[in-house]
């Protein structure tokens, strides 16, 4: 018989977004003695046309959703990682228009100190986003985004400790 592994003490929501474009990745493996998947980065990302991006936004405005969705054709997964980048001001211009103009991986971190990869090297992930200002205090100077695509693999969960430290 099979059976979950039901954490009763589960909290919800991301604790970290980074977005890693396809050049920074050397490799994705899969470890076969622990079961876990591990992403490999260069050292140096800039130097093979790579970026990595940290996003931070506060844990209650991000959002992980994957959807199966099966047809004629198999099963696929619609998956969306957003959330809202408050008080973004003109230094970070350029950082926005770095990840709307490319595509992503992206690796995630929940509340409960899971690490995804969503995204592949083949199958990256597109950048979209709103930008807004309100007199209210989640609205000023705000970008909203997300992070979408399809895949035919879920997210993978990964053993991950080099962004653990950034």
């Given amino acids: ?3 979950f592994n039901f954490n009763l003490g589960n909290r919800g929501g991301l604790a970290h977004i980074f977005a890693i474009s396809p050049q920074a990745v050397r490799d994705v493996r899969k470890n076969y003695r622990t079961g876990m998947w591990q992403l490999v ?3 140096n990302p800039e130097e093979h046309g790579g970026y990595i991006v ?3 936004i506060r844990s209650e405005q991000k959002i992980f959703e994957e959807e199966s969705i099966r047809n004629q054709y198999g099963c696929y997964y619609s998956i969306s990682i957003g959330g809202k980048i408050p008080s973004c001001r ?3 211009a350029d950082i926005i228009k770095l990840l ?3 595509r992503w ?3 995630s971190k929940d509340n409960n ?3 995804r990869l969503s995204g592949s090297i083949e199958r990256p992930l597109v950048f979209r986003t709103e930008k807004t200002t ?3 205090v989640a609205g000023l100077n705000a970008v909203t985004f997300n992070f979408t695509g399809q895949s035919h693999d879920s997210s993978i969960y990964l053993e991950i400790s080099n962004l653990d430290s950034m």
């Fill in 90 to 92: 003109h230094q970070d």
């Fill in 113 to 115: 100190g899971e690490w």
């Fill in 1 to 3: 018989m099979l059976e």
């Fill in 134 to 136: 309100a007199n209210a």
């Fill in 54 to 56: 940290h996003i931070p």
């Fill in 100 to 102: 709307e103009n490319n």
């Fill in 105 to 107: 991986l992206v690796a």
């Fill in 41 to 43: 980065t260069w050292n």
